[in-house]
């Protein structure tokens, strides 16, 4: 039977790992959302493409920060 370490210990590198995927998630929807608007709005020089990524990145940033600060939270308890 797992004791509750080992099981905090899993739980806490299967949050580590979900982590990237989530920023690549982020950071990708907002690059295509980007890209629609730029081929809706016909606009020559990318530019929604362009803000909409930074703005994805800066999300993406935001929630890896958020998440490793509760996952020090847990650790201290």
Request: no cysteine.
């Amino acid at each position: 039977m797992d004791n509750p370490q080992k099981k905090r210990a899993r739980n806490k590198w299967l949050t580590l790992i979900n982590i990237p995927i989530k920023m690549g998630v982020i950071v990708f929807l907002f690059a295509y959302l980007g890209r629609w608007l730029d081929e809706k709005y016909d606009n020559p020089h990318h530019i929604y493409v362009k803000i909409s990524t930074l703005v994805g990145v800066a999300i993406a940033f935001y929630n890896l920060n958020r998440q490793l600060k509760e996952i020090n939270k847990s650790d201290n308890q």
